[in-house]
């Protein structure tokens, strides 16, 4: 079982820049599909940004240009960049590492960080 902490969240004005950083235990993270989710209050959960374990990154309509995702398999680890942040950014971030084989489940989660955009 993969476990998971994140690190890097806080407080960021609009157009500004903040980093995630999401560090995993466990040899099978490599070979696992790693993601950043987000709530907000009231909403659901929703997909921020995947990449693969080969490096294919997908991301979500409302991040598209401006969040990057990345992985380190070395450190363990993945990240999310995100450039020109929005106040509708602000949301508790997640960490999720999963397998990605079909019928897996939805993996292990670290414990999330909040990151608020605000001026």
């Known amino acids: 079982q993969v476990q998971l902490m994140e690190s890097g969240g806080g407080l960021v004005h609009p157009g500004g820049s903040l980093r995630l950083s999401c560090v995993a235990s466990?040899?099978?993270?490599?070979?696992?599909?790693a993601a950043w989710y987000r709530q907000a209050p009231g909403k659901q959960r929703e997909l921020v940004a995947l990449v693969t374990g080969r490096g294919t990154r997908s991301y979500a309509e409302s991040v598209e240009g401006r969040f990057i995702i990345s992985r380190d398999n070395a450190e363990f680890s993945v990240y999310l960049d995100m450039k020109n942040p929005r106040t509708e950014d602000t949301a508790v971030y997640y960490c999720?590492?999963?397998?990605?084989?079909?019928?897996?489940?939805?993996?292990?989660w670290g414990q999330g960080v909040q990151v608020t955009v605000s001026s």
């Open positions: 999720n590492a999963h397998p990605p084989w079909p019928g897996a489940d939805d993996g292990s």
């Open positions: 466990g040899s099978m993270f490599k070979i696992y599909n």
